[in-house]
């Protein structure tokens, strides 16, 4: 596979599971990055990684757990979330954590919290 | 004050016409860059088109360009000869300087529609 997929691609979950969103990137890339998208609103950066060290935290709930065993992977655990948490989650990496580097999205994980 | 500003929610266009979608942006920074993004309904984002700051020509990419209007703050994408399969949310997003956060801040949005 090419470029960054994310699993599951939907996800119906209760406020009392706990569920992983999962995130690869097959471009050689070392930084990595959680996004959240909900309705009406902008994207909202969640988590960086650099060479798989966490270098943005941006307020997120810690309902909301990322874990970077590798450059290559990232997980977003999930655990008692709340419906207002339903949105698309989007990976994205980019060459590294530079301001000159685009990122490259996956295709999104969409998450519907009962 | 919003930091990316896209004042068209939405648009609609005839085929093979031309597309201008507005872009303004906020920052004190001298060195930062200006992304597009186009995300269809399936859901995944696709870079577009990037522009420094710096550089002194406007961007270019196939049918994309980036209309950079540095003094306005001004980072309009143009899409030449319009294709129905352009139909999607765009995004204008800016990444500010190197000793900043690094975060790329995303606008709201417009929704192009192209009409057959």
């Known amino acids: 596979e090419t470029g960054v997929t994310q699993t599951p691609r939907h996800l119906v979950m209760g406020m009392t599971n706990k569920k992983s969103l999962k995130c690869e990137q097959h471009?050689?890339?070392?930084?990595m990055y959680w996004y959240k998208q909900s309705a009406k609103k902008p994207l909202e950066l969640m988590f960086v990684?650099?060479?798989?060290?966490?270098?943005e935290n941006n307020s997120v709930p810690s309902r909301f757990s990322p874990e970077c065993p590798n450059s290559s992977h990232l997980f977003l655990h999930l655990h008692t979330l709340q419906p207002e948490d339903s949105a698309l989650y989007l990976c994205a990496s980019s060459q590294s954590a530079g301001w000159r580097n685009e990122q490259f999205f996956g295709p999104g994980t969409r998450l519907t919290v009962l | 004050a919003q930091k990316i500003t896209q004042t068209q929610p939405g648009m609609f266009v005839q085929e093979k016409e031309a597309v201008t979608l507005d872009c303004t942006y906020d920052t004190s920074d001298q060195s930062y860059g200006l992304f597009w993004y186009k995300q269809p309904s399936s859901g995944e984002m696709i870079f577009l088109i990037y522009q420094g700051s710096y550089d002194e020509q406007n961007a270019t990419e196939g049918r994309y360009s980036l209309n950079f209007q540095k003094a306005r703050k001004s980072a309009n994408l143009v899409i030449s000869a319009s294709q129905l399969g352009d139909s999607a949310m765009y995004f204008c997003a800016m990444r500010e300087g190197p000793n900043r956060d690094d975060k790329i801040i995303f606008g709201k949005g417009t929704r192009l529609h192209i009409l057959p």
């Open positions: 990684y650099n060479f798989k060290e966490q270098t």
């Open positions: 471009l050689g890339h070392n930084a």
